[in-house]
């Protein structure tokens, strides 16, 4: 059974720091792999999605890799903001739906 | 705007009571999907549909029924039987890739459901 793990659970940085969130999951045959951002009491904002054929991608300040042979995903956010503060959920998808880790919450520290 | 409506935001249900949650997607998606998310824990899928009049169970479907009869609905029942329904509730769509590729997910905002 697939499993999602991120690491750290919760973490304080001060504003402008470049930081790396964590993803690993059990199961290689992991078809593709997204990141999302929940704000208290809101849906998920995708993020990125990085594609069975892909090893990472690019939006603005944030870079996702993903490294099937290891079992890792992880989230590289540059010069951080407050407001970038929110739970950040990664969730590796397999045969038709997604798996989801239990999040890492940021709080950027103005 | 294309995008994911769910209602009610908050609702509130006594015990014994069924309740309907509304999603309703105008993205084309033929996919919908409804997760459930609780305190520490990830999100859970309750039921998928990857096409009209069709639907599968997830991880946690007992207590919680759907149906798909058009492609921009796919409303999720709680019926009784579910025994800890309090949790918040979270419709998602996507293009369906095929067999494996869920395609990428886009989330609705949420409906809170609460048992007094």
């Known amino acids: 059974k697939q499993e999602v793990t991120q690491i750290p659970a919760a973490l304080s940085v001060p504003e402008g720091e470049n930081l790396v969130l964590n993803c690993s999951f059990t199961?290689?045959?992991?078809?593709?792999l997204q990141w999302f951002r929940q704000d208290p009491g809101k849906g998920l904002t995708s993020l990125l999605l990085?594609?069975?054929?892909?090893r990472e991608q690019t939006s603005g300040r944030l870079n996702a890799s993903l490294d099937k042979s290891s079992g890792r995903s992880t989230l590289y956010i540059a010069a951080s903001q407050p407001g970038d503060s929110a739970t950040y959920l990664c969730?590796?998808?397999?045969?038709?739906?997604?798996?989801f880790g239990t999040g890492t919450l940021l709080a950027v520290q103005p | 705007d294309g995008g994911i409506t769910q209602s009610p935001k908050y609702l509130f249900r006594k015990e014994g009571q069924n309740v309907t949650l509304s999603c309703e997607q105008n993205?084309?998606?033929?996919?919908m999907y409804w997760y459930r998310q609780d305190p520490g824990q990830g999100l859970r899928l309750i039921y998928y549909?990857?096409?009209?009049?069709?639907?599968q169970k997830g991880d946690i479907a007992e207590g919680y029924s759907v149906s798909r009869e058009k492609k921009e609905s796919f409303p999720l029942t709680v019926t009784s039987a579910q025994k800890n329904p309090t949790a918040f509730y979270l419709c998602?769509?996507?293009?369906?890739?095929?067999?494996?590729?869920?395609?990428?997910?886009?989330f609705g905002e949420g409906s809170r459901l609460t048992v007094l």
């Open positions: 998602a769509s996507s293009i369906a890739q095929g067999a494996r590729d869920t395609g990428e997910l886009f």
């Open positions: 199961d290689s045959a992991i078809y593709n």
């Open positions: 990085i594609q069975s054929s892909q």
């Open positions: 969730a590796g998808g397999a045969t038709n739906k997604l798996i």
């Open positions: 993205l084309n998606h033929d996919a």
């Open positions: 549909s990857q096409i009209v009049n069709d639907f």
